[in-house]
T-cell receptor, first 109, second 112 residues
């Protein structure tokens, strides 16, 4: 199982771009990288997934360098409602992916 | 559609008692999962089921059992609850070809 390391917490201000980096040095060839968002008292919600290079959807972008030993979730122009915990998961199937402690993002006005 | 429902929303249980947490999904997903989340920690996988009729152990399976008699339901049973099982329990499901898991609202369980 690939272990992931993320910052425990981050602060930002409304309108800023936020980048959360996850380290996964022992990622395997078949592993994908998946990010989830969790609000208090709710279950996690899928944000984005990728294998290499860059993936973008309506919510976020995911940047993965060529060696795939890290990944960066980019949230453009955050708002107060983006305050949440963000989890980085690595694995080749959902049974083997592990949620770490995540990164607690606080967006300030 | 309702997605995933869990019941009860919360429960206080005496140690030594048994309890079944219910989880139902209406998305016809093949795979279902049970997680527990403890204060300040991420989610830990308890058990999973890749398809109806099969189950597997996750990261923290001890003290819990599951069954998957059909596609929609995936109950989690605590045969003899202990205080360390106090936690928030989340059920999730996914299509077998996808990494995207859909989570229920959770059940907050307190074992005294």
């Amino acid at each position: 199982l690939a272990k992931t390391t993320q910052p425990i917490s981050m602060d930002s201000y409304e309108g800023q771009e936020v980048n959360i980096t996850c380290s996964h040095n022992n990622i395997a060839t078949n592993d994908y990288i998946t990010w989830y968002q969790q609000f208090p008292s709710q279950g996690p919600r899928f944000i984005i997934q990728g294998y290499k290079t860059k993936v973008t959807n309506e919510v976020a972008s995911l940047f993965i360098p060529a060696d795939r030993k890290s990944s960066t979730l980019s949230l453009p122009r955050v708002s107060l409602s983006d305050t949440a915990v963000y989890y980085c998961l690595v694995g080749d199937n959902n049974n083997d992916m592990r949620f770490g402690a995540g990164t607690r993002l606080t967006v300030k006005p | 559609t309702a997605g995933i429902t869990q019941a009860p929303t919360s429960q206080i249980l005496a140690a030594g008692r048994s309890m079944t947490l219910r989880c139902t999904q209406d998305m016809r997903h093949n795979a279902m999962y049970w997680y527990r989340q403890d204060l300040g920690l991420g989610l830990r996988l308890i058990h999973y089921s890749n398809t109806a009729g099969t189950t597997g152990k996750g990261e923290v399976p001890d003290g819990y059992s599951v069954s998957r008699a059909n596609t929609d339901d995936f109950p989690l049973t605590l045969a003899s609850a202990v205080p360390s099982q106090t936690s928030v329990y989340f059920c999730a499901s996914s299509d077998s070809l996808s990494y995207e898991q859909f989570f229920g609202p959770g059940t907050r369980l307190t074992v005294l």
